[in-house]
Structure formats: structure tokens, C-alpha cells
């Protein structure tokens, strides 16, 4: 029902910035939460950064990234972003964008079930 493409992945030094984007399909996109979460090779799937489709977005993000991260969205785009600044090597793996419908609270992969195809990001020391 719901098509999510990942854009802005790549390669960059620790310390410095990505910005991801990721395009979804068809309408309705407000009542969906969007979230971000990322795979490094032999490792589980984690939540990054969620956001819902409110006027605040109230966003949940995983310890690991705050005050790194931001999580945005443009409702009118059918657009979500994720800043990423300060990046560390243990950020490198392949980052999702994913949705689900409503606006429950939770980072929990298992809760989305639509899914893009990924976008590496690779942060060298």
C-alpha cells in the first residue's frame, strides 16, 4: 500500500553530517509514523528515530543518537528526513526508512511493516 525510497546515504569522515531522505507513495501520509532504523552487518535491526504525523512530531529517538539526530518530516512532501550530524564509525550500516499506520509511540521495528530498500551509510575514523 505504502512505497518508501531512501535517498542521501554515502561516505564521510567521523564528525561530519548526512542528511537521509525518504519519499513515500500515495496519500494519507499524515496519519502514518515514520521512522528510521539501521542494520550494520551481523546485526540486529535497532530503531533510530521515530516521528509522527503531528504538529510536533513527537519523536522518539534511540540514546545512542540524541543530540546527534534529527528527525523531521514534511507532510505536504510525503517527505522524511533524517539529520545526522557529529557521526561516529559505529553509525556505518544500512539505514531504513519505515512506516506504520497511526500514531503510536514506539521504535520497535517489529510495529512497521512498510519498509524502503535501504540507503548505506558509511562514517571512516
Known amino acids: 500500500q505504502v512505497q518508501l525510497v531512501e535517498s542521501g546515504g554515502g561516505s564521510v569522515q567521523a564528525g561530519g553530517s548526512l542528511r537521509l531522505s525518504c519519499a513515500a507513495s500515495?496519500?494519507?501520509?499524515?496519519?502514518?509514523?515514520m521512522g528510521w532504523f539501521r542494520q550494520a552487518p551481523g546485526k540486529e535491526r535497532e530503531g533510530v528515530a521515530r516521528?509522527?504525523?503531528?504538529?510536533?512530531?513527537?519523536?522518539i529517538y534511540a540514546e545512542s543518537v540524541k543530540g546527534r539526530f534529527t528527525i523531521s518530516r514534511d507532510n505536504a512532501k510525503n517527505t522524511l528526513y533524517l539529520q545526522m550530524n557529529s557521526l561516529k564509525p559505529e553509525d556505518t550500516a544500512m539505514f531504513y526508512c519505515?512506516?506504520?499506520?497511526?500514531?503510536?509511540?514506539?521504535?520497535?521495528?517489529?510495529?512497521?511493516?512498510?519498509w524502503g530498500q535501504g540507503t548505506q551509510v558509511t562514517v571512516s575514523s
Open positions: 519505515a512506516a506504520r499506520l497511526g500514531w503510536m509511540p514506539t521504535l520497535r521495528s517489529l510495529d512497521y511493516y512498510y
Open positions: 500515495g496519500s494519507g501520509y499524515s496519519r502514518y509514523s
Open positions: 516521528i509522527d504525523g503531528s504538529s510536533n512530531g513527537n519523536p
